[in-house]
């Protein structure tokens, strides 16, 4: 009688982690995205995650950035008041950035989709602008950020600047979701959208 009870206590004392054995076997994978979504989610500071991939991006322009052509689109009248407004733009971000960093990041990144679709506008002109780059399904027209990268990168925009705007496209979206996201990395995601822009606007000034 002493040895069932002595048996029974250690199938007690197995039992649980015998089933969070099982479990994490069998939902391996499920457990594995729970745990990268909740470390992308739970960092304080905006997600250290998160603020890794911003830096790289920030730091892949830093070391273009004195690779840019300077005979930048002002010397016409209306393309100096564009990149005037630009900066302007982006200024305000900065300073959102510091009690708003969501709001900054959303604000520059929606900046540069209008800068695609302007550029796309003015250097299919004769194409009808930027709707000979949407698609048509069941007699709609649609047009999204992909299609107006391709269709720059088509123009000469190198492959470089158009991959960096799709990366920080998807980091955008990555911020979408989360809870926090620190002044710092907002500041910095501002900053490498800042420079894009003014790489869309030598693109359009060179034809």
């Known amino acids: ?63 273009h950035e004195g690779e840019r052509d300077q005979g930048s689109p002002e010397g016409e009248p209306a393309a100096a008041a564009q990149a005037q407004a ?14 708003a960093p969501e709001a900054a990041v959303m604000g520059a990144w929606l900046h540069v989709e209008k ?3 302007d550029a796309a506008d003015r250097l299919y002109a004769d194409e009808g602008g930027a ?4 698609v048509s399904t069941s007699g709609i027209r649609t047009l999204n950020t992909r299609m107006l990268l391709r269709g720059l990168e088509r123009k000469g925009w190198e492959k470089e600047w158009v991959e960096i705007a799709n990366d920080l496209r998807r980091v955008r979206n990555h911020a979408a ?13 501002v900053e490498s959208c800042e420079f894009l822009v003014l790489t869309i606007d030598d693109l359009v000034s060179g034809h």
């Open 177 to 189: 979701h989360q809870t926090s996201i620190s002044p710092v990395t907002a500041r910095e995601y």
């Open 115 to 117: 800068k695609l679709k």
């Open 1 to 63: 009688m002493e040895i069932a009870k002595v048996v029974l206590d250690y199938i007690k004392v197995l039992v649980w982690p015998g089933l969070m054995l099982f479990t994490l076997l069998r939902y391996r994978r499920n457990v594995a995205g729970l745990i990268d979504r909740t470390r992308a989610l739970s960092t304080p500071a905006g997600s250290l995650e998160f603020a890794e991939e911003v830096r790289e991006l920030r730091e892949t322009v830093e070391s």
């Open 86 to 99: 630009d900066r302007t733009a982006y200024d305000i971000y900065r300073d959102i950035a510091t009690t």
């Open 131 to 134: 709707n000979a780059l949407s």
